[in-house]
């Protein structure tokens, strides 16, 4: 079923991406059958951002971009989306990251409230929402 990755924008959005780019292209583990989507109404300014100021990250990125000649941010497993509209071709299995952790407004919201009620969806928060939100809140529940 469909997965929904909730992030921080400012902090944790970039590493998870690298991440799961690594663990869909490593080893042929049959993960590229499902879409690995960023999905962010500026999607494509985040990754091309993110490539430009590689210098100013850390040192195992920048010896990447200098032994490889690689950018570490050319993510070749994901797919950038701006819009709902543009995921709803996809499979129903596939892997959705969004921002605003605390699930308060955005795409991240209206795909979790397209998927509540479908028992093969999961959620995944990178980091514990903050307080009075509806993330937290499931955590929460979840919790007990």
């Known amino acids: 079923g469909p997965v929904l990755v909730v992030s921080d924008t400012a902090g944790r959005l970039l590493e998870v991406l690298k991440v799961l ?5 490593r080893d042929n583990r049959g ?17 091309n951002f993110a490539k430009t100021l590689v210098e100013f ?18 993510l070749d497993a994901v ?3 701006h819009s709902l509209a543009e995921i709803e071709s996809l499979p129903k ?4 990251v969004v921002s605003l952790d605390g699930l308060t407004a955005g795409f991240g919201r209206e ?15 990178t980091s514990m929402p903050p307080p ?3 993330g937290r809140l499931l955590v929460e529940t979840r919790q007990q």
């Open 21 to 25: 780019n690594t663990l869909w292209t």
């Open 111 to 125: 795909l979790f409230l397209r998927h509540a009620a479908d028992p093969t969806a999961s959620i995944i928060f």
């Open 31 to 47: 993960l590229m059958a499902y879409p690995l989507v960023l999905l962010n109404g500026v999607a494509f300014n985040v990754l």
């Open 79 to 81: 797919r950038l989306a």
């Open 93 to 96: 299995s596939k892997v959705v």
């Open 57 to 74: 990250m850390a040192d195992g990125l920048m010896q990447s971009l200098e032994t490889a000649r690689e950018n570490p941010f050319e």
């Open 132 to 134: 009075g939100t509806l």
